[in-house]
């Protein structure tokens, strides 16, 4: 994850904890760097490539949570992560991909309400 990326998550979080304090929501640490050691023993604990970033534990009518991926305005997913956000909504679930801090509370409300 980049600046960008991190500090777009980071008030993300910051917004959401203040403005939701009830729900459940995570961040999902896939791509932080690491030795090759500490990486095997992260997978053996079922470390998966790909997964969004955020996880937004909220049961709406049409969804059982909300995924979202943070990326900077011109990255694109990666194969990885394209065929896990697949998985995902063919799971039942929500998932969406934000370019700021502005666009995931945007997705969030609309997810909401």
């Known amino acids: 994850?980049?600046?960008?990326?991190?500090?777009?998550?980071?008030?993300?979080?910051?917004?959401?904890?203040?403005?939701?304090?009830?729900?459940?929501?995570?961040?999902?640490?896939?791509?932080?760097?690491?030795?090759?050691?500490?990486?095997?023993?992260?997978?053996?604990?079922?470390?998966?490539?790909?997964?969004?970033?955020?996880?937004?534990?909220?049961?709406?009518?049409?969804?059982?949570?909300?995924f979202i991926e943070m990326k900077a305005l011109k990255s694109k997913l990666s194969p990885a992560q394209s065929a896990i956000n697949d998985q995902i909504r063919n799971s039942g679930y929500c998932c969406k991909i934000a370019r700021s801090f502005e666009e995931a509370k945007k997705i969030v409300e609309e997810y909401l309400s």
């Open 1 to 66: 994850m980049n600046h960008f990326e991190h500090d777009n998550q980071v008030l993300f979080f910051q917004w959401f904890r203040l403005a939701h304090p009830a729900i459940v929501a995570f961040a999902i640490p896939n791509a932080a760097r690491r030795s090759p050691r500490q990486g095997a023993w992260m997978k053996a604990e079922g470390l998966c490539a790909g997964l969004p970033d955020i996880c937004i534990l909220h049961r709406t009518q049409n969804y059982g949570a909300l």
